[in-house]
């Protein structure tokens, strides 16, 4: 058993804390900010030379800059916050030691010097090759040595969340099943050993390929199997910003799954069809057929999409369930406007829910549609959809958490808390702006990863349409108003940990945590005793909004040459 | 709640609410219809991709192209050959760093088989201003059959990042009435 003298008991929330895991939560997360900083940078100069007016950067640099953006924000940042999400869903939550905090430590080290020796191979200027770093296009050695090392690393940090659930398990520090928001990091952590090992398998024969140890790589079953890591990494994302959304309804409003039952069966949708997605980046490519096509982008009939479309209800059905338990009845959106929206890590979470449904989500599907696809393929739609997906989901519910875990982990209050309070409003404000424009880019046919669309340098020309320069413009105005906001989250975050007034600690003696609004909110099953007309009303608008934007999108592919 | 283990130990057997009971249903038919519609488009639409591809070298790709642009080339433009292939033919797309070669010359409303690949790197095939993206790798031949059904001056972008000239890398398509 556990040295007692290795905890510490949260006096907030009267969670029994493992300090050894503390500490690494504290770390990860830290690298995982000073990373988001970088990456965000880099995002905001690549938004300034796309936009035809300002045209920052020269070629050379705009292309190393969007490699290192691509790098730093989807690969390090959120990889790192997962690894903290991990072991504060299972050592934290589940009130156990972490298993073999050493071996954690080796982890992350890793994954630092994965990440550090990428970046510098970027930086270098010989790999520019995107973050995706399709053959045959060649990187230096190290760029494919730094994402193997720093995969690895991650790696361990799953292993260690398994090994922790284990000692939980074995050693009683929790009674019945796991905690919802547990098991969807166990989710996450699932897909995360496929994601990989996928990644393993492709990156390690193009290492060798780079050194010339291996003569040939098919640039076909490269893209296929780096994308079994690439598109599974997201489903990572959204496995853990989903146990994500459940904490933070929890922890600020009381919110109590309106079915435990539910909620974890569109968990294990997502480990049982996610990692079908690999098709999505190959829909039109030559060689591969169409049932393969359909079956695989489809995740089998959709299977994965019911599983988010069940989160979308469930997630603000629990809060609206526990704000009318509350007394706030009023009406159909009274819980709503009731809700504690000054409270940065709920107005974060519950705009990072609405965007990722109605931007990322809808769009994400109707890109994935086999053959409106055609209209749609490197295009800027698809970093339209991603930007709304990764960075107003995945990130900007990050960000919301951690003003619970700076108090929480780092014992902080949080410093100016007006600026914290504003900050997810500008960066969602921002977010949604990149991304609505640059869906709008893409719909009229603009190329992604693109330094010139005025093709100034070409023999031939070529004009996209007016509107399609004045989106580039309008997206590089929204790039500044979320790196305003991504500015605010650091400044508030780093300022917290530096210089936030501590809280004080109690030596460990209570056991398990007895939230005190888990008991406001009743013992078992809200829906059961309260009806969500709000939630209804809100899912009703999002499955109309779905449905006329599916086939809309049917109806611009029909306007097309017809093609066979 | 979500963050404590369930406070109903056998949670398996709780009832499901309704109003999440219509919404599973709801939405996992809305998934069948999106899956079917697939299908569907397959026998009704126009705008398909066919599974026909073959694997080829640059050396083979080359070869073919320049047959063709030896046989039917029309006039010259900024040094690239403009071909005009008779209608149902056989036409060939090359794409390598940093250009779309030759420029092609097609009847509104008739219909070709046009096979692309590339000689080097991945390119991308993005059509405008009609909006149409496929994906050229090299060692694959991918052929699609289609008809222009308006008159007018095309552009072939290059939509997958292909190094320091990508974005000086585009071609032509005619279509004459």
């Not at chain 1, 040295?3 to 493992?18: E, Q």
């Not at chain 2, 109903?8 to 009971?21: N, V």
């Not at chain 2, 292939?85 to 070709?112: C, H, M, N």
Request: aromatic share 14%.
């Amino acid at each position: 058993m556990a040295n007692a003298a290795v905890f510490r008991t949260c006096p907030a929330t009267g969670l029994k804390i493992h300090r050894p895991a503390e500490a690494l939560i504290k770390a990860n997360a830290v690298t995982a900010v000073v990373f988001l900083a970088v990456g965000g940078f880099f995002g905001l100069l690549v938004a300034l030379t796309r936009w035809p007016a300002v045209h920052l950067l020269p070629a050379d640099w705009f292309y190393l800059a969007l490699t290192a953006h691509g790098l730093d924000v989807l690969l390090v940042w959120i990889i790192f916050f997962e690894i903290a999400i991990l072991y504060f869903a299972s050592a934290i939550l589940l009130n156990s030691r972490l298993a073999a905090p050493k071996l954690a430590w080796v982890g992350f080290a890793l994954m630092l010097a994965g990440a550090v020796i990428t970046n510098v191979a970027v930086l270098q200027g010989g790999s520019s090759v995107m973050f995706t770093s399709y053959v045959p296009m060649k990187a230096a050695p190290h760029f494919y040595l730094g994402v193997i090392l720093f995969a690895v690393g991650a790696l361990i940090g799953c292993g260690i969340f398994f090994g922790t659930l284990v000692i939980a398990r074995q050693e009683r520090t929790y009674k019945g099943s796991i905690p919802l928001v547990t098991f969807g990091a166990l989710t996450a952590a699932i897909i995360a050993v496929f994601t990989i090992a996928s990644g393993a398998i492709i990156l390690i024969p193009t290492l060798l390929w780079s050194i010339g140890l291996v003569s040939y790589i098919d640039p076909l079953m490269y893209k296929t199997v780096w994308w079994a890591m690439g598109h599974s990494s997201q489903q990572i994302n959204v496995s853990a910003h989903v146990a994500v959304w459940y904490a933070i309804a929890a922890i600020v409003v009381g919110a109590k799954p309106l079915s435990e039952k539910v909620s974890r069966m569109a968990f294990l949708m997502y480990i049982l069809f996610l990692q079908l997605a690999s098709a999505h980046h190959l829909l039109v490519e030559p060689g591969i057929s169409s049932e393969w096509k359909i079956f695989n982008t489809s995740y089998a009939m959709y299977l994965a999409v019911l599983g988010s479309m069940i989160h979308g209800m469930t997630v603000p059905g629990s809060i609206e369930a526990a704000q009318r338990k509350k007394g706030y009845t009023n009406g159909l959106f009274g819980w709503l406007a009731k809700a504690p929206w000054s409270n940065p890590a709920f107005a974060g979470m519950f705009m990072s829910l609405v965007l990722f449904g109605f931007l990322g989500g809808i769009s994400g599907v109707v890109l994935g549609t086999e053959q409106i696809n055609l209209i749609m393929h490197n295009t800027l739609y698809v970093p339209g959809h991603f930007h709304a997906t990764v960075v107003a989901g995945t990130t900007l519910a990050f960000m919301a958490v951690t003003y619970l875990l700076v108090p929480l982990i780092f014992q902080r209050e949080l410093v100016l808390k007006k600026v914290a309070q504003w900050q997810p409003y500008v960066f969602a404000v921002g977010v949604s702006g990149i991304s609505l424009f640059m869906m709008g880019a893409g719909t009229l046919g603009v190329a992604r990863r693109h330094w010139d669309i005025g093709f100034a340098d070409s023999l031939l020309s070529f004009d996209y349409p007016a509107t399609a320069f004045l989106m580039m413009g309008l997206n590089g105005l929204a790039a500044i108003l979320a790196a305003l906001g991504g500015l605010m989250y650091i400044v508030v975050v780093v300022g917290s940990i530096l210089f936030g007034k501590r809280i004080g600690e109690q030596p460990a003696e209570r056991p398990a945590p007895v939230p005190t609004e888990a008991a406001a909110v009743g013992a078992y099953g809200s829906a059961e005793t309260l009806s969500i007309p709000g939630t209804v009303v809100l899912v009703g608008v999002f499955f109309t909004a779905f449905v006329l934007y599916y086939f809309v999108n049917w109806k611009y592919l029909s306007e097309v040459w017809p093609l066979q | 709640m979500a963050i404590s283990p369930p406070s109903q130990r056998i949670w398996w057997k709780e009832p499901i609410p309704k109003t999440e009971l219509v919404w599973i249903i709801i939405a996992f038919l809305w998934g069948l219809v999106m899956f079917f519609m697939m299908i569907y488009w397959h026998i009704a639409g126009e705008q398909n991709l066919s599974n026909e591809a073959y694997r080829t070298t640059p050396e083979a790709f080359t070869e073919k192209t320049q047959a063709m642009v030896a046989q039917y080339t029309v006039r010259d433009e900024v040094g690239f050959p403009v071909v005009a292939p008779p209608p149902g033919s056989d036409v060939y797309l090359i794409a390598r760093l940093w250009q779309f070669w030759p420029i092609l010359e097609f009847k509104k409303d008739q219909t070709y088989r046009l096979h692309i690949s590339s000689l080097d790197w991945q390119h991308g095939f993005s059509l405008q201003p009609v909006n149409i993206n496929l994906q050229i790798h090299p060692g694959y031949e991918m052929v699609v059959t289609l008809t222009p059904d308006k008159a007018g001056e095309y552009s072939v972008v290059c939509n997958e990042f292909c190094g320091i000239g990508h974005h000086t890398m585009i071609g032509k398509i005619y279509v004459t009435e």
